[in-house]
């Protein structure tokens, strides 16, 4: 009993002093931003959506939530914010190239088609990224017209 009693006091000081470590948080500027939202020109709808459902790990601006202050769950986090830049970083939205920016969007409208974006971890705790059926199809529509766009400076090019 007293080696449990040792093993559990020992975790609670690491779980303690790990409270004082964690990762860099994702804090950019909101201006980030902007040469997407002008140069895709979402719909107030849209563009409400993806502030909602998409920037928090598609960008360098992140929303955090009370918990993301806690160990483990900041890391958690981080890695989640870190593989979604890795795909979809709409703060790099001017390095990308048209056609990287078409294949961004054609992911995009393939992941929200599929339900797999937003991610269920993500919708679990942000309720408003549960996305309704006609949210989706205003989604698709505009990712599709921003395609379209694009499709026709690639084919001049």
């Known amino acids: 009993m007293k080696l449990i009693k040792k093993i559990l006091l020992a975790l609670l000081v690491v779980f303690i002093i790990a409270q004082f470590f964690g990762p860099e948080k994702n804090e950019g500027d909101l201006t980030s931003i902007e040469p997407f939202l002008v140069e895709t020109n979402p719909s107030p709808q849209v563009k409400g959506i993806l502030k909602e459902t998409c920037f928090d790990c598609h960008s360098s601006v992140t929303r955090y939530p009370w918990y993301s202050s806690i160990t483990p769950v900041n890391y958690w986090l981080d ?6 830049k890795g795909h979809f970083d709409v703060s790099k939205w001017d390095s990308y190239t048209v056609k990287k ?4 969007l054609e992911e995009l409208i393939e992941m929200v088609q599929a339900k797999e974006m937003p991610l269920r971890s993500y919708t679990w705790t942000h309720s408003e990224a549960n996305l309704t059926q006609e949210q989706i199809k205003a989604v698709i529509d505009w990712a ?3 395609r379209s766009n694009y499709a026709s400076q690639l084919s001049s090019d």
């Open 144 to 146: 599709k017209n921003v």
């Open 79 to 84: 890695g989640h914010i870190d593989h979604g």
């Open 101 to 104: 920016k078409d294949h961004k």
